[in-house]
């Protein structure tokens, strides 16, 4: 009876009930993932999932392994800081789809001044931050004065940030390629430091600090989130934007900085990734980022909370750079995408299985 | 000039029926973001009859191509309706789910069709070269009418009827905007629901073949749809929800999709030498301007987005 | 074929941790109006969703003329002639009131509606019963009065022969209720058997035959109106006396707080919704703005809360001028606003208790720190307090979300945080509306006790017993002007109805 | 795992692996051709192969991705494309057992790759050897500027007057080619003294497929009076013959004899194709290290494949069909010869910069910016 009754009780916390509803979609995901796999050559399935999931420690020795593991934390910097722009501006009842323009503005603005002018990190830093932050705040503005619905209009920003980025950049790329110059080469003082952190995985360079920073940041969110009077208004706001009004909040201005925040957010993220130097902008490249649409995936899975967040984006991070090791002859190189697809399209019963669960715990 | 209607009207026929789509969806309550995944399915459906039926008699083979990517685009929404109407699932989400998916799923299942035929062919390309042929109805000079632009008119025509004219289009509206009323006079829904999701993959998937087929005869499906089916929802939302104006707007955004191909053409557009990326940006700017213009009356449907629980008032 | 059109036998609806419904039985004779009572969250309006094949029943059995029948949905419902008007109405704003009426009960010919045909049998039912509608009007433009008579059209176009009210005169002007009331009666002679909720015993009294009365989802007991008493029937209901008659001493008006001059306020249309509006409200005394919905009342409480900025005059509060101040600026000078719209503008729904008991004072010092965060252990002990003090009731104390809590403890959350803010000046609209005798008395109570502590107290209120018992002063309104200033005592309900319709005027 | 493929079934000690670049097996290009011609060599002599596809288009993927080959116990990595020569500059020293093949990689772009811009800016200063493996790493890049310029050449002299080219991504091996085809033109030109007569219009598709959105502009070109494109870029192929099959027009095809999959769309549509020959160096250099133990003649070079005979045509890496060309009396097989030997001898020099368009006298409409 005691027994049963703390069982009950440990349903009934929010944290559990979120971390079980996304390990049920994750296994659900995989297993419909594997049962594709399965269909298409059935031989291969098992190898390929296990390729998937193990990521970087598919390669045997240790010290290889770390190295790929410190690329994987690096890249999920930048995906963690999507994740945190789509959720915080979820928790004001604004949905973010417009991350991924925000994240290339980011990107445009800090390659651009790392290349052109050779600004140190810092500055290419915030200079993202203020690029994403203004195009979202342009979302924000459409919808708080002209009731333009922010999905629309983000999806709107992101094809024109995406074409205005490639034509920035432009000035900025290799002379015989179609992306933006090397940091390493052409302006090593904008990339991140490292403050020794690399020396941790196998001298791999792309581990910076961005990638505490992210975790720092994603904190400050929750902290903001639920801690703070900026965190109250803001949500009242997105709950009910007239009683916000009616309660002495400029939920116009609130509407609007929110939407800057998360643009703020997505920007970093950009800067995490290509000031690293992992990555080089292609001047050509005719799709909006997807990390801005891997951040929806994340921002759910991560049960709409920011520390949730962290594992969650680390963990389709993780899985999409495993599909990479999926060997390629037996599969084409899109079965990671699927896959990964599959995962995110169970993300979206997450709350679902959450309200399942509350209800049980209830009864 | 003939190049420039030409292909005004091949855009403006693929944005008017993906539009169409999202106007049942959304008008019955549910958002369909995944229209651009959905196109790739259904463009996936046509080929592959044209693929497989390519022999038959053109009229046969191109009603059998329309039935293939209608019947795949109804399926592959039947993913959001599940998700959304069953499991109250967010339906931003599904819907960008459903893009990454349409594409991945897409390229996959044609590799694997490729390679089944022949080990080495590991290409994600359908070729349908003389089937394509079939598609043309008849020629004015060098402006060639495609069956596919008079399908397009006729089910808007279609469209609009059914939504203000019949019973079925009255209590579709009804559950995009007031699903507590419609279930408290006896309508269920969750069948309406299903029903507008489903007709918005019979569109989706008919614009992904009119798409791919408009102006090549080979597809590659690893690259998509190229953010048609976004734009598509500009110019449901630029429609207003309304057939009628969702063809004037698929008229508009063709218009400029196609200056920026054909611009050439036109010595003083060449004379300018305005980069081609500004041209490519003009329907989302445009579109932007005239949301920011028009929306503050904007008449969405009130209840979309927002799952319906029927136990909850 | 027995006497009865419908009786509900033994019904017991459960939700998650409330039985809504316990063992209930409801006999509803042909030809009858039956009244259904009960405090807030009794279970009147489950037990008619019940019926209405909304929510199935775990236990008990409907019959209808003395056959046991199935009801799974709202079809059935209508099969069996059961039609219901709803508390919150049902109907779909962006269409017209024709598509409403016939929604879910189309006529068509392969499919395609015959609108033409519906509208000569709706047109049809409006005269026989002067249900005076206009079909082709969008929802979103008519009166709360029409958007009745088209729910009372769409069950009369269903053929029902068991028509069920919930709460239908909570929205309504006098003369609309006076109308709904002919109309009822009309109806129960043709011989239709009505089932009708109201919170209010003065309409129970005058049209019903009989009434039930339920208690926190038990059966208390059925009685034949002509035998009882509204005191007979409150103490039914409450398990207590309640006192109808406002015991207030003669107020003792101080200087002035609330200074109105030539105030006017855009509308929706071209139309200035509130125009040249000049009044005073002083300390001790309660001051009343009557009227019939829609001239003017509410842009008037949004220009003097600050949720619409003025067009032209100005307002002073204790002298200073707040024409131009923001909400927040008035509202920490003094002003504390009891909104008219609840669930808009009242609340947070999903917030706790707690958070939305703070909504007007979380950035004070004593729930914020100086840093930005929220002292939630004050906001804690500040809830607790106000709970306690207020009897606001609920589930899990400060830590309930709100959308949870019924109608009435909403609106006592409300009152005890605008008035524990302690305000100079206090604007209550509608305080009551929706809310159970009990709770009426005590908001009236407390209404009171602020103007005896020298408060400003500005009352918006249509409720004709409200407005004849509490203020000391009332001011009518009508298209946007002020047309009479009366002292209670002074009036009579029949001359201020004839003020708020316009009949009549004078300068004030 | 790795440790599990590491028993190949291969019955050779070498084990090849091919990375992609930023496209994929089936861009009907560079990526396309090289898979083929590994997999067919492989497959004839029973040699473990594989091949990779990075996660993203970075350096960073692409090390990855043969870090992972070498882990599987690849030993031979064949890397197709200049986009490749970060990686080459980091992972050549640190496998010093493993042959690395990369195509299409000049010293400028290892140097580029090593030092940054600032190469270009004294390009003479540095030395490409300094900069990867000399010991295990062979490079090749193919001089595409020279069929470039036989195929304009060669239109030109075949009697086309307005001409076009449909290049996919504005990147070097396609600019040569467009480059080289302009200057062919241009020479044609003069030597008819037509070179009024003459328009070229010029640009890029911005990727390497067909769309509708380039079919329109080609049927724009062709409309105008365009009577004869270059398509070079993968599959972009696919919208100029479709617009080309509405009106007649002809086509030139690229990397290899692309009538038959041209013709497709029309009898006789091909006029040449302007080819290099990529599949028979990763096969050779393959043989090379594999079969004749020839390797160390290769390692170590950055070779400029292009004519190695000014008469005999078998050996030469580019070149045009002589079977499939649409010869006339203005130019015939045998004025191609002489085209050939005239080049290989150096009396007609063809720039192979990729900076910016050549100077020449006809007119070259070129489009601003990609047609996507
Ligand atoms: N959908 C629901 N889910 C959970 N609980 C419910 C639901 N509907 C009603 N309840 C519960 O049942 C009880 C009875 O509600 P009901 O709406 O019948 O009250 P009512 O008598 O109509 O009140 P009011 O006078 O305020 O309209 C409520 O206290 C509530 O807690
Ligand atoms: N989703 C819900 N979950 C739990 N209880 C609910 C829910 N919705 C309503 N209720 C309960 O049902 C009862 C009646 O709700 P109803 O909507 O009739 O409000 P009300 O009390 O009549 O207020 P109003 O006068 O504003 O209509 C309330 O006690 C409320 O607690
Ligand atoms: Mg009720
Ligand atoms: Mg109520």
């Not at chain 1, 084409?332 to 990964?340: G, H, K, P, V």
């Not at chain 2, 218009?255 to 329907?283: K, Q, T, W």
């Not at chain 3, 017991?12 to 316990?22: H, L, Q, S, Y």
């Not at chain 4, 009396?347 to 910016?356: A, F, R, V």
Request: glycine share 10%; proline share 3%.
């Amino acid at each position: 009876m005691n027994t049963k009754n703390e069982k009950k009780r440990f349903l009934e916390i929010g944290g559990v009930q979120t971390v079980i509803a996304s390990l049920i979609c994750i296994i659900l995901g995989l297993l419909v993932g594997y049962i594709v796999l399965l269909c298409i050559n059935p031989a291969g399935a098992w190898d390929a999932m296990t390729s998937i999931l193990k990521n970087f420690l598919y390669f045997p020795r240790p010290e290889v392994a770390l190295e790929y593991f410190g690329s994987t934390l690096a890249k999920t910097a930048p995906l963690l800081m999507c994740t945190l722009s789509i959720l915080f501006a979820y928790k004001v009842g604004l949905f973010n789809i417009g991350a991924s323009g925000q994240y290339a503005v980011g990107a445009g603005l800090a390659l651009y001044l790392a290349l052109a002018y050779q600004m140190p990190w810092y500055v290419c830093m915030i200079a993202a931050m203020i690029g994403g932050g203004l195009l979202g705040g342009i979302a924000g503005i459409l919808k708080a004065y002209l009731n333009v619905n922010e999905v629309i209009a983000g999806i709107m920003l992101n094809w024109i940030s995406l074409y205005s980025v490639n034509m920035l950049l432009t000035n900025v790329k290799e002379s015989s390629t179609t992306y933006t110059m090397a940091l390493k080469t052409n302006s090593p003082d904008a990339l991140i430091p490292s403050l020794g952190l690399d020396k941790l995985f196998s001298d791999n360079r792309y581990v910076t600090i961005a990638i505490p920073l992210a975790v720092i940041i994603a904190i400050l969110v929750w902290v903001v989130m639920s801690k703070t009077k900026l965190g109250y208004e803001l949500k009242a706001t997105g709950l009910n934007k007239n009683a916000a009004k009616y309660a002495g909040m400029k939920e116009k201005r609130n509407m609007i900085l929110t939407m800057a925040i998360a643009g703020c957010l997505a920007g970093l993220g950009a800067a995490f990734l290509y000031l690293s130097g992992i990555e080089q902008w292609s001047c050509a490249q005719t799709a909006v980022p997807a990390m801005g649409f891997n951040g929806i995936a994340a921002a759910f899975l991560g049960g709409l909370n920011p520390i949730g967040s962290i594992f969650s984006a680390f963990f389709i991070q993780h899985i999409t750079s495993g599909g990479s090791y999926v060997d390629k002859m037996v599969y084409c190189a899109q079965i990671s995408d699927l896959i990964s697809a599959i995962i995110i399209y169970f993300c979206g019963f997450v709350l679902f299985f959450k309200y399942c669960m509350n209800r049980k715990a209830k009864k | 000039m003939a190049l420039l209607l030409q292909y005004t009207l091949i855009y403006a026929s693929v944005l008017m029926l993906v539009a169409l789509g999202g106007c049942f969806s959304e008008r019955s309550g549910v958002i369909n973001l995944g229209l651009e995944g959905t196109m790739v399915i259904g463009a996936l459906g046509g080929a592959l009859v044209m693929k497989y039926m390519g022999d038959l008699p053109a009229a046969l083979m191109i009603l059998a191509v329309v039935l293939g990517s209608v019947i795949f685009g109804m399926i592959y929404s039947l993913l959001l309706a599940v998700s959304a109407i069953n499991f109250k699932a967010d339906q931003t989400l599904v819907g960008t789910a459903m893009n990454l998916l349409g594409t991945a799923a897409a390229t996959v299942i044609v590799k694997a069709i490729n390679m089944g035929e022949n080990v080495n062919n590991v290409s994600s390309s359908i070729q349908y070269i003389d089937q394509r042929k079939a598609f043309s109805a008849f020629k004015i000079g060098n402006f060639e009418v495609s069956w596919f632009m008079i399908l397009a008119v006729i089910l808007l025509i279609v469209a609009h009827v059914v939504l203000y004219k019949t019973r079925f289009g009255l209590r579709l509206r009804a559950c995009g905007e007031h699903p507590q009323a419609a279930d408290s006079v006896g309508i269920n829904v969750y069948k309406m629901r299903y029903a507008g999701v489903l007709i918005s993959g019979f569109f989706g998937g008919l614009g992904g073949i009119v798409y791919i087929t408009a102006g090549v005869s080979e597809w590659k499906f690893e690259n998509g749809v190229a953010g048609f089916g976004f734009l598509a929802l500009a110019v449901m939302i630029f429609g207003q929800w309304e057939p009628k104006l969702i063809g004037l707007a698929a008229l508009l955004f063709g218009l400029f999709r196609a200056l920026s191909n054909v611009y050439s053409g036109f010595d003083i557009l060449e004379a300018l030498n305005i980069p081609s990326a500004v041209y490519n940006m003009l329907p989302y700017i445009i579109s932007l301007v005239v949301l920011a213009l028009f929306s503050r009356n904007s008449r969405a449907p009130k209840a979309e987005g927002i799952p319906y629980d029927k136990g909850q008032r | 074929m027995g006497e009865y059109a419908v009786e509900m036998l033994h019904i017991t609806k459960r939700f998650p941790g409330i039985v809504a419904n316990d063992d209930i039985t409801l006999q509803l004779k042909k030809g009858e109006i039956h009244a259904l009572l009960g405090e807030n969250g009794a279970g009147k309006s489950t037990l008619m969703s019940v019926l209405f094949g909304l929510y199935q029943a775990e236990e008990g059995e409907i019959r209808k003329d003395g056959k046991k029948v199935e009801i799974k949905n709202p079809n059935d419902a209508n099969a069996l002639g059961i039609g219901m008007v709803h508390q919150h109405f049902k109907l779909v704003e962006c269409f017209s009131v024709l598509d409403n009426i016939i929604l879910g009960a189309e006529p068509v010919q392969g499919g395609f509606l015959k609108k033409d045909e519906a509208r000569k049998k709706v047109m049809e039912l409006s005269n026989r019963y002067h249900l005076q509608i206009d079909p082709d009007a969008k929802v979103e433009n008519i009166t709360v009065g029409m958007q009745q008579r088209t729910e009372i059209l769409k069950m009369l176009y269903r053929d029902n022969e068991i028509l069920i009210f919930d709460e239908p005169t909570a929205v309504l002007t006098v003369q609309e209720i006076e109308e709904l009331m002919q109309i009822m009666k009309g109806l129960a002679k043709e011989g239709k058997s009505i089932l009708f909720i109201s919170h209010k015993l003065n309409e129970i009294m005058e049209v019903s035959d009989h009434c039930t009365v339920l208690r926190k989802g038990k059966y208390v007991g059925t009685v034949e109106t002509k035998d009882t008493t509204p005191e007979k029937l409150s103490a039914m209901m409450v398990g207590r006396n309640v006192s109808f008659k406002v015991e207030k001493k003669p107020a003792e008006p101080g200087d002035v707080v609330l200074d109105v001059k030539d105030m006017t306020v855009a509308g929706q249309n071209k139309k200035d919704a509130v125009q040249d509006v000049s009044f005073q409200v002083r300390k001790g005394e309660i001051v009343c703005i009557t009227g019939i919905d829609g001239n003017g009342q509410t842009e008037l409480v949004y220009g003097l809360s600050g949720l619409e900025p003025l067009k032209s005059g100005s307002i002073h509060m204790n002298g200073k001028d707040i024409t131009k101040a923001s909400v927040r600026e008035r509202s920490t000078s003094g002003m504390s606003h009891i909104p008219e719209d609840r669930h808009k503008h009242g609340l947070v729904l999903d917030y706790s208790l707690e958070d939305n008991l703070v909504l007007q004072r979380y950035f004070e010092p004593q729930f914020t720190s100086k840093a930005g965060l929220m002292k939630r252990k004050e906001i804690r002990e500040y809830s607790d307090r106000l709970i306690e003090e207020y009897d606001i009731r609920s589930g899990q104390g400060s830590s309930t979300i709100v959308r949870s809590m019924s109608g009435g403890n909403q609106q006592k959350a409300i009152i005890a945080r605008e008035i524990d803010k302690n305000p100079d000046l206090l604007i209550a609209v509608q305080p009551t509306r929706g809310v159970d005798i009990g709770a009426i008395e005590s908001i009236h109570r407390q209404l009171i006790e602020q103007r005896d502590a020298g408060k400003a107290v500005l009352l918006v209120s249509l409720e004709l017993d409200e407005v004849m018992d509490v203020p000391d002063r009332i001011l009518v309104m009508y298209e946007g002007r002020l047309v009479g200033e009366f002292k209670p005592d002074e009036v009579t309900v029949e001359e201020l109805g004839l003020y708020m319709t316009g009949a009549k005027k004078q300068e004030v | 795992g790795p440790s599990k493929s590491s028993q190949g079934t291969g019955n050779s000690d070498y084990r090849v692996a091919m990375i992609t670049d930023s496209g994929d097996i089936t861009d009907q290009s560079f990526n396309q051709t090289t898979y083929e011609a590994c997999l067919e060599y492989c497959t004839e002599n029973n040699i473990d192969f594989t091949y990779k596809k990075p996660d993203g288009d970075t350096d960073y993927a692409r090390i990855a991705m043969i870090d992972v080959a070498v882990a599987e116990g690849y030993n031979i990595i064949v890397m197709p494309g200049y986009i490749f020569a970060p990686a080459l500059v980091e992972v050549t020293y640190k496998y010093p057992d493993v042959k690395f093949i990369a195509l299409d990689m000049t010293a400028g772009d290892i140097i580029a790759a090593a030092v940054g811009n600032k190469y270009y800016e004294n390009p003479d200063a540095y030395e490409a050897s300094d900069y990867y493996n000399v010991e295990n790493t062979y490079c090749a890049v193919y001089q595409e500027e020279i069929p470039g310029y036989m195929a304009g050449y060669a239109a030109v002299k075949l009697g086309y007057r307005k001409l076009g080219f449909l290049g996919g991504q504005a990147v070097p091996a396609v600019m040569r080619y467009g480059f080289g085809y302009v200057q062919g033109i241009n020479d044609a030109a003069k030597e008819l003294g037509i070179t009024d007569q003459i328009e070229v219009e010029y640009a890029y598709g911005g990727q390497f497929y067909g769309s509708t959105e380039v079919t329109a502009a080609m049927d724009t070109w062709y409309s105008q009076g365009t009577e004869i494109v270059f398509a070079c870029g993968g599959g972009i192929f696919t919208s100029a013959a479709e617009a080309a099959s509405k009106v007649g027009g002809k086509m030139i095809g690229v990397d290899s004899d692309q009538s038959p999959i041209i013709d497709a769309y029309g009898e006789g549509m091909t006029v040449t194709s302007a080819m290099k020959g990529l599949g028979a160096t990763v096969k050779a250099m393959l043989d090379s290290i594999i079969v004749t133990n020839t390797w160390e003649e290769h390692v170590g070079k950055i070779e400029n494949l292009g004519l190695v005979s000014g008469t005999d045509m078998d050996v030469n890496y580019v070149g045009l069909p002589e079977d499939t060309t649409q010869w006339n009396e203005n130019f015939t097989v045998d004025d191609y010869h002489e085209l050939v030997r005239k080049i290989y001898d150096g009396e007609i020099t063809i720039d192979n910069s990729t900076e910016k368009m050549p100077e020449v006298s006809v007119k070259v409409n070129e489009r601003q910016g990609s047609i996507m």
